[in-house]
């Protein structure tokens, strides 16, 4: 499984709501709660959604997302959330407890 954060970093980038919430707007509108995430191999692939949209203090807006059944032992990973561009990954970046992508 595969567990981790996106980033919308500009204010410009996001709309928030009255419950702290937040939703990619413009260019990331596709980027909200419920959006895909899939991390795809050469011949394989595994989905989950975004979920727990919050506006942070900093200016930011967090998504989690977890991807369970991803495949093990491949050269590279592909992550594509919602409509921005895909990301390239190796395993232990996946693996790690610490992956976030940002999205200026």
Do not use: N, W
Not at 31 to 45: E, H, L, N, Q, Y
Not at 64 to 73: C, E, H, K, M, Y
């Amino acid at each position: 499984m595969s567990t981790g954060t996106v980033l919308l970093g500009d204010g410009a980038s996001f709309l928030t709501d009255d419950h702290g919430g937040c939703a990619g707007t413009g260019d990331h509108a596709g980027t909200k709660d419920g959006a895909p995430v899939v991390i795809a191999t050469g011949d394989s692939f595994a989905g989950g959604t975004l979920t727990d949209a919050r506006a942070l203090t900093d200016g930011t807006c967090q998504f989690r997302f977890s991807v369970p059944g991803v495949p093990t032992r491949q050269d590279t990973y592909l992550l594509m959330v919602a409509d921005e561009e895909p990301r390239r990954y190796v395993e232990h970046e996946l693996r790690s407890a610490l992956l976030a992508l940002r999205v200026d």
